[in-house]
């Protein structure tokens, strides 16, 4: 995916209220935990002083990595400076499994006033391979900038004496919106979104539950298992995609609905939600760059109705279809509007309580989350860097997570599970068999 072209941004001041973008995922925090990570795996020399070094010169470049959210006297949640709070970096050595410890911590919480809210993680394998993650409170990045910002910190631990570059720091998400989404014309064309999804979703029905999925358990067991695509037939797999006009996100997406349906155990036909988060980068009224970290995504929501002849191809191209006309019409600006706005919630017990019940009656869904295609990393560096990828712990209604990223020609997935609602015995068989069908696919 090109980064789009980007104005200078003029420099951001703290304190400011939160974004509703921002609000919306620090409350659903509440309801599940919605920290995601942005993974390096790699070989060779990487020395933990000169990241530590790194991850304070992130600090001082970018303006959320020395900022905390906190609350102003009407218990409204507001983005406060915390300029003397480090970011921790935690060095761990393992066997060889280092996804559980990693997903493990992925979900400890951030509380209010936290700061910086993200942290680093090392994890030093037997063999001498390593990963390195930073873990990032929602409210405070996505998954491009969170690549970005981990690819800038191994860059400048492998070369310490590059020129330090503040970044100014970009305005919030709903401040870039066009003007057909704010003011009189926004709550019109909310008003009309909420009316043309609710027609939407009579039409399908009722949404199929998995079977043994357990959205009310009371504790959270996060795992995750990768899967990946060399980079001599993700080309392949693009060309394929191209002939029959899909995208390579929509056939993994094809492949994660097909093997969800097949999940179930019989034939009978079945209604999928599926909801996709994506970038708005580049549908805000000036265009938005990766290079500092910034809350821009949003959620589209789509309903299939599969049944065990369902083509691979046609669901690849449907989904392709679906989300390009989600984005155009404007789903992805108005997602925000229907709700009440998260940033009018007091941060208080009774607030949390309230957003939660509003949102607790959620159908369940699986999810695909794709990134697009990584930069390569900037300079030269003494070790190799093998995966950039992310990863986020599925929600109370969320069957699967699957967060997709390229880097150097390379597609990594990784699948994301929570064992306390879906356990293992019925997860790993599903994600093997999402993997064979986008293998079939591809062969």
Known sequence: MT?????????????????????????MDHVSSMNFMVIAEGVGELDDAAVRAALARAQQEHVLLRAAITTNAEHRLIWTPAPDAPLDYQVVVVESDWRTPLAEALVRPFPLGSAPLVRAMRLNQADGRWTLALIFHHSAGDGRSGCQLLADILVNAAQPDRPLTPHPGYRPLHDCYPPSYVGDAGLEA?????????????????????????????TTQPRF???????????????????????????VSAAQLIAVQRAFGDAAPRTLGMTTPADLRGYLREPLGSDSPLMCATLLSTVYRLDADSDFWILARTVSDDLKRLLQRGDGHLFYGLFPSPADFPATPEGIAAFKKMMEIAPQVTLVSNVGRLAPLSAATPFQVEALSFALCPMFNH?????????????????????????????????????????????
């Open 3 to 27: 980064e789009p072209s980007v104005s200078a941004a003029p420099a951001v001041v703290l304190p400011r209220r939160i974004d509703p973008a921002e609000a919306f995922f620090w409350f």
């Open 190 to 218: 909310i008003q009309n979104f909420k009316v043309q999804r609710k027609s939407e979703l009579v039409r399908y029905g009722k949404f199929d539950d998995f079977p043994g999925f357990d959205r009310h358990a009371p």
């Open 225 to 251: 298992q990768t899967l990946r695509v060399e980079p001599e037939r993700l080309e392949r797999l693009v060309e394929r995609c191209r002939a029959v006009g899909a995208t390579v996100h929509g056939a």
């Open 399 to 443: 069957l699967l997570f699957n967060a997709a990223s390229t880097f150097e020609g390379r597609m990594t997935l990784n699948v994301n599970y929570d064992a306390a609602r879906l356990p293992s015995e019925r997860a790993l068989p599903l994600i093997a068999e999402l993997g064979a069908i986008l293998a079939r696919a591809i062969d």
